[in-house]
């Protein structure tokens, strides 16, 4: 499974842009790049996946470049509310098994 | 409306018992899985089962047991070997790994429930 490696923590500012890199060198070329969200005594909560290029929802952008060893989140205009633990995790479906590695994920926090 | 359920939202352990944590999803997913997260750290897997009536460990499965008799039910027990329980229980669901073509290992997650010793 794809070792990820990311920020252990980011400091922000409401309505500005935050990008948090996510970097995945030993990708495979089945697996894709999954972020979650997580609040405080929360569940994770899916934001985005992307296979490579750019993918954009109504939450986030994510940006994979073309060697697909690393990846960016793009939370666009924060706000105090997005203050929460951010993972980054690569993978894919497996013959005879489906697992998935949290690390310790990036603490974004928000200020006013 | 569908979703994923733990129960209870706290637990608290006496000394040499066994406690079993409730997981029920309606989702209709094949795969469940069960994570530990300890103060501060990630998620780390416990076991996960993709089919009823079969699971596989993961990376810290000594001292919990679990079973999946229906497919909308996953429970964990922590047993009384398991030396060091505190902590955060989150269960999830997902599409089976072979589903290629479905939401690719995107988990589903509960509430959690916490767990401490008394």
């Known amino acids: 499974l794809a070792k990820t490696t990311q920020p252990i923590s980011m400091d922000s500012y409401e309505g500005q842009e935050v990008n948090i890199t996510c970097s995945h060198n030993?990708?495979?070329?089945?697996?894709?790049i999954t972020w979650y969200q997580q609040f405080p005594s929360q569940g994770p909560r899916f934001i985005i996946q992307?296979?490579?290029t750019k993918v954009t929802n109504e939450v986030a952008s994510l940006f994979i470049p073309a060697d697909r060893k690393s990846s960016t989140l793009s939370l666009p205009r924060v706000s105090l509310s997005d203050t929460a633990v951010y993972y980054c995790l690569v993978g894919g479906p497996y013959t005879g098994g489906f697992k998935t590695i949290f690390g310790a994920g990036t603490r974004l926090f928000v200020k006013a | 409306d569908g979703g994923i359920t733990q129960s209870p939202k706290y637990l608290f352990r006496k000394e040499g018992q066994n406690v079993t944590l409730s997981c029920e999803q309606n989702?209709?997913?094949?795969?469940m899985y069960w994570y530990r997260q300890d103060p501060g750290q990630g998620l780390r897997l416990i076991y996960y089962?993709?089919?009823?009536?079969?699971?596989q460990k993961g990376d810290i499965a000594e001292g919990y047991s679990v079973s999946r008799e229906k497919k909308e039910s996953f429970p964990l027990t922590v047993t009384s070997a398991q030396k060091n329980p505190t902590a955060f229980y989150l269960c999830?669901?997902?599409?089976?790994?072979?589903?290629?073509?479905?939401?690719?290992?995107?988990?589903?997650f509960g509430a959690g429930t916490r767990l401490s010793v008394l």
């Open positions: 089962s993709q089919i009823v009536n079969d699971f």
């Open positions: 030993n990708i495979a070329t089945n697996d894709y």
């Open positions: 989702l209709n997913h094949d795969a």
């Open positions: 992307g296979y490579k």
């Open positions: 999830a669901s997902g599409p089976l790994a072979g589903d290629i073509l479905l939401a690719k290992n995107i988990q589903y």
